[in-house]
């Protein structure tokens, strides 16, 4: 099993919709998520940054995380065509004090249709 | 303007030759990192470094080697030895371990 899992898509949904993005981890260790943006040959754009569990919202951003089922969300609310990306969720944790880099997921393509 | 600049945007390479890639921070990051991503695959670690001369392997580090002179500076060589390297390349920069990473525009490097 993979330590990280987002499912690839690719996701498909007209002008104003809600999207959710998500992920499972199997590492129980992980305190630290993020979702990055990342445009078609460009690098990642950190979108969202979450320790722990709980929410955290963003203008029409909103981050999830549920510690006890290992599972981050990500929601867009009123989503855009400029929203077009593919979505990278990415998670570390501190080991032995030293930490770890990060652990990312394959990424989630998002299509938003005008 | 702070950010992660890195060069060349694309790179062309015969096989057989290395090459290296440059990652320039003004961040004032104590850690960088190195990335490769392919179609479906994600990102993968190749390296990281948490502080000036001093440097560990990622996940995928054969066949790469990096340096870290200067807090700033985090270049990486893609030896003949590396047997696929066509692939996005990308770096980043965090704060400290285990914080968010900020990344460069990455360098798309084709083995011709």
């Known amino acids: 099993q993979k330590e990280v899992e987002q499912d690839p898509g690719p996701l498909s949904v007209p002008e104003g919709a809600i999207v959710s993005l998500n992920c499972t981890y199997s590492?129980?260790?992980?305190?630290?998520f993020m979702w990055y943006r990342q445009y078609s040959r460009k690098g990642p754009e950190l979108l969202m940054y979450?320790?722990?569990?709980g929410n955290k919202e963003d203008g029409r951003f909103t981050a999830q995380v549920d510690k006890s089922s290992k599972y981050i969300s990500l929601f867009i609310r009123d989503s855009q065509p400029s929203d077009s990306a593919t979505y990278l969720c990415?998670?570390?944790?501190?080991?032995?004090?030293?930490?770890?880099?990060?652990?990312f997921g394959k990424g989630t393509t998002l299509s938003v249709s005008s | 303007d702070g950010g992660i600049t890195q060069s060349p945007k694309y790179l062309f390479r015969k096989e057989g030759q290395n090459v290296t890639l440059s990652c320039e921070q003004n961040?004032?990051?104590?850690?960088m990192y190195w990335y490769r991503q392919d179609p479906g695959q994600g990102l993968r670690l190749i390296y990281y470094?948490?502080?000036?001369?001093?440097?560990q392997k990622g996940d995928i580090a054969e066949g790469y080697s990096v340096s870290r002179e200067k807090k700033e500076s985090f270049p990486l060589t893609v030896t003949s030895a590396q047997k696929n390297p066509t692939a996005f390349y990308l770096c980043?920069?965090?704060?400290?371990?285990?914080?968010?990473?900020?990344f460069g525009q990455g360098t798309r490097l084709t083995v011709v």
């Open positions: 990415a998670m570390t944790h501190l080991a032995n004090q030293a930490g770890t880099a990060l652990i």
């Open positions: 470094s948490q502080i000036v001369n001093d440097f």
């Open positions: 980043a920069s965090s704060p400290g371990i285990s914080t968010e990473a900020f």
């Open positions: 979450t320790y722990s569990s």
């Open positions: 590492n129980s260790a992980f305190q630290y």
């Open positions: 961040l004032n990051h104590d850690a």
